[in-house]
């Protein structure tokens, strides 16, 4: 049983940095970053392996966003910079149990946090 806190949303203007962060009652395990914005699908953000050796991100993401562990802390983060106001949506963390589904489907998440909303002003 892995229990997942996100916290660090709240409103921000475009252009802005925030950081999110995920605390976990363990370390041991991949974390991902997905988000869902109203109206859409809940997509992929990032991820990162246990060790924090292992890091991809979704196209729409890449480059601004970046995803680090701190395991002796038990956290992961997600430090979002140059924010638009399509990054608006409530952003969760998920810790993966299956291994025989990609890292970047939902699917192989079987701890969810309860999300943190972050909303990007125009």
């Known amino acids: 049983q892995v229990q997942l806190v996100e916290s660090g949303g709240g409103l921000v203007q475009a252009g802005g940095s925030l950081r999110l962060s995920c605390a976990a009652s363990?370390?041991?395990?991949?974390i991902a970053w997905f988000r869902q914005a109203p109206g859409k699908e809940r997509e992929f953000v990032a991820t990162?392996?246990?060790?924090?050796?292992?890091?991809d991100y979704a196209d729409s993401v890449k480059g601004r966003f970046g995803i680090s562990r701190d395991n002796p802390k038990n956290t992961v983060y997600l430090q979002m910079n140059n924010l638009k106001s399509e990054d608006t949506a409530v952003y969760y963390c998920?810790?993966?149990?299956?291994?025989?589904?990609?890292?970047?489907?939902?699917?192989?998440?079987?701890?969810w946090g309860q999300g943190t909303q972050v909303t990007v002003s125009s």
């Open positions: 998920a810790a993966r149990i299956r291994w025989d589904l990609r890292a970047i489907d939902q699917q192989a998440y079987g701890y």
């Open positions: 363990l370390s041991s395990y991949r």
């Open positions: 990162i392996n246990w060790t924090g050796g292992n890091t």
